[in-house]
């Protein structure tokens, strides 16, 4: 379904991919690994259009998409669910749900449903549908930000660092929700520095370094911990 291809990028002269390949099959989910400032957060940025790509090809569904901007991508089915929890604050959870169907405004049935789906999905939203976003937890805000991807109907959803400073209770709701949605079938990137997490929602993981791909495999239970550690912290062999 998604394909990058010797992909260069970054942030005006600062180069922070450097040729990074890597493929997501339709229906899988894949996880994206490695330290900070490795360039993880920057392919996914890359894939939604929010970073430039000076080199190299982003395919979608067999058709590049390099010059593709940002909101057309989101129509075609590519939705990135950002680091930082990020919520429009002053607007009430339900507001905030439904701006991720903005470009849906025909469909008002299926808006309807999408939206049930949520409060199904994540109950504690439910509870607090008229509350300000501004006033949920962490924990609520990353469900809000995913709620909101969920209702612009991707066919493949990005997540970055989903699970990322949350307690112990909170990440196991999170990783149930992501486990639902791909046993409903939807193919999903993500990017984590949680290691367990990776392992237990993910069927092929990469782990980059210096902007590119360092070592990938299957995910299975021959996974060695100390060797993708080694990789992981820059140990292993690229």
């Keep these: 379904m998604l394909a990058l291809v010797d992909v260069v990028g970054g942030y005006g002269r600062t180069r922070?991919?450097?040729?990074i390949s890597f493929a997501v099959p339709a229906g899988?989910?894949?996880?994206?690994?490695?330290?900070?400032?490795?360039?993880?957060?920057?392919?996914?940025?890359?894939?939604?259009g929010l970073v430039a790509v000076d080199g190299g090809s982003i395919t979608f569904d067999g058709r590049r998409i390099e010059a593709v901007p940002p909101h057309r991508r989101i129509g075609r089915g590519l939705c990135l669910v950002p680091q930082g929890k990020e919520v429009f604050a002053a607007m009430s959870v339900e507001e905030n749900l439904l701006m991720g169907a903005f470009h849906r405004s025909g469909d008002r049935a299926g808006i309807r449903a999408d939206l049930q789906g949520c409060w199904d999905r994540f109950p504690r939203l439910a509870q607090r549908r008229t509350a300000a976003a501004g006033s949920l937890s962490g924990g609520e805000r990353q469900m809000l930000a995913i709620g909101r991807a969920?209702?612009?109907?991707?066919?493949?959803?990005?997540?970055?660092?989903?699970?990322?400073?949350?307690?112990?209770k909170v990440i196991?709701?999170?990783?149930e929700a992501v486990r639902g949605l791909a046993a409903a079938g939807m193919t999903?990137?993500?990017?984590?520095?949680?290691v367990s997490v990776a392992l237990e929602l993910a069927s092929y993981l990469y782990i980059v370094r210096d902007g590119r791909i360092a070592h990938e495999r299957p995910v299975g239970p021959d996974v060695d911990l100390e060797d993708l550690r080694a990789f992981y912290l820059g140990a292993g062999p690229s």
């Design 188 to 194: 999903i990137l993500l990017v984590e520095q949680n």
């Design 172 to 175: 196991g709701e999170i990783v």
């Design 28 to 48: 899988k989910v894949v996880a994206i690994l490695g330290g900070n400032g490795t360039g993880k957060s920057t392919a996914l940025k890359a894939i939604a």
């Design 150 to 168: 969920l209702m612009s109907r991707p066919r493949l959803l990005m997540l970055d660092e989903p699970s990322a400073a949350l307690a112990p």
């Design 16 to 19: 922070i991919l450097n040729g």
